[in-house]
């Protein structure tokens, strides 16, 4: 009985075959529409050089400072302060954030955002199926935050404000060169705690005129949010 089907089964695929090949040689041979496509490659964001990437001086950067990370946790994100009552909210955790600033371990963190801040590129570079370290760079974001923030509270406005424009910078940059749904997540979260820190370092300075230093950082500062 199997031997009298196989050849009846093997004919029968056969047939198939050869009628799905001639169907797609006549669709292969009809004229189609030809539609513009939406982006081409030269649409793409141009990627920073190796030596002008500040991505790559923090991409492998991670905070293992376990009281640090404690402490980090407990002041929270900073875009869910609330609008005027920020500072306020900050003023209650001040004690938190100076301690928080004085770890060895986060100081050197700092550091390498510092030179990061000096390159003209932050592009990510992680291919799709890489294990991207995207979640320890949103950390380190977090850290950069609360440094400016802490910056204003010491009286530093000028560098908190040129803090946060480069960190703007940053955010865009990373936000254009995302390649995965969880980068974009990732970025679109630095960039509204950034832009609620820009928001409260304004909002702090009221109708008290800035000094030159601070009048030069503001002016950079609402280049980069337009």
């Known amino acids: 009985m199997t031997t009298t089907k196989t050849p009846r089964i093997l004919a029968g695929l056969g047939a198939i075959a ?94 390498r955002v510092d030179l990061a801040r000096e390159r003209e590129g932050f592009v990510i570079r992680c291919q799709p199926l890489e294990n991207c370290p995207i979640f320890a760079w949103h950390e380190l974001h977090r850290l950069a935050v609360y440094h400016a923030v802490h910056r204003a509270l010491t009286g530093e406005e000028g560098e908190a404000f040129a803090l946060v424009t480069d960190l703007l910078r940053m955010d865009r940059s990373l936000l254009e060169s995302s390649s995965s749904w969880l980068q974009l997540v990732v970025a679109q979260s630095n960039l509204e705690a950034t832009l609620a820190v820009a928001d409260a370092l304004v909002f702090r300075q009221g109708d008290e005129a800035p000094d030159p230093a601070r009048e030069a950082a503001l002016v950079e500062l609402a280049a980069q949010v337009q």
Do not use: C
């Not at 991505?55 to 929270?76: I, K, M, P």
């Not at 003023?91 to 928080?100: D, F, I, M």
């Open 18 to 111: 050869l009628v799905m090949a001639v169907a797609w040689a006549i669709l292969s041979l009809a004229p189609r529409e030809r539609h513009e496509p939406l982006w081409t490659e030269a649409d793409l964001p141009t990627t920073a050089s190796a030596a002008d990437n500040g991505w790559l001086l923090v991409a492998d950067a991670e905070l293992e400072d376990e009281e640090a990370e404690l402490l980090l946790s407990a002041l929270g994100p900073a875009q869910e302060l609330e609008g005027e009552k920020f500072w306020t909210q900050v003023e209650r955790s001040r004690h938190a954030l100076s301690k928080l600033m004085r770890s060895e371990a986060v100081k050197e963190l700092l550091a």
